[in-house]
């Protein structure tokens, strides 16, 4: 059975399979979708490190495989990871869709389960999500679930992201 971590309405977050992996090595090596998160990514490698993720044990803070509940279909991979951020230890909410499944408001619902996760499962009081300052359809998405500006950062390699975050006690609001 799997390690389900999140589910809303629509959607499941869950642990990997071994199934899963060409599908999200295809998000990952798609150009549009990974404009502002570094350029895509090699098929191949991604298969294999997929692969090794599916096989590994169920993380509670990790990206996981977004499926459509309705269909078991893979269109995307989110979740809640660890992250240092300025020397602070963060939680980042972290939602990479395919680009067929855009414009449905999966990011939205995604991003909303997983805060809601972090606060009610992980006893988390921040999340925060590193956001290309390109990249408004993200940002958006960040508001929607309650999120605001906190700052900029600028990342190993030089790249400089805009920083929207959440605590607990403005979530419960």
């Known amino acids: 059975m799997d390690h389900v971590f999140v589910e809303t309405a629509r959607l499941r977050l869950r642990h990997p399979r071994s199934g899963d992996a ?27 490190e997929m692969q090794e993720e599916a096989a590994a044990e169920p993380n ?25 951020v300025d020397g602070v230890g963060e939680y980042e909410v972290i939602y990479i869709l395919a680009r ?17 996760y972090a606060f009610s499962n992980r006893d988390l009081d921040h999340v925060i999500s590193m956001i290309h300052r390109d990249n408004e359809a993200s940002a958006r998405v960040a508001g929607r ?6 700052r900029d950062t600028v990342r190993p390699g030089g790249k400089r992201l805009r920083v929207f975050g959440l605590h607990r006690s403005e979530a419960s609001r």
């Open 60 to 84: 509670p803070t990790d990206l996981w495989p977004l499926e459509l509940r309705a269909t078991e279909q893979v269109v995307g991979y989110c979740g809640l990871v660890p992250k240092e």
């Open 100 to 116: 067929a499944a855009w414009g449905n408001g999966y990011a939205t619902e995604a991003a909303a389960g997983i805060v809601d």
């Open 22 to 48: 060409e599908v999200l090595a295809s998000i990952f090596s798609d150009p549009a979708v990974m404009t502002h998160l570094g350029g895509p990514r090699d098929f191949d490698a991604m298969v294999a």
């Open 145 to 150: 679930v309650g999120m605001a500006y906190e």
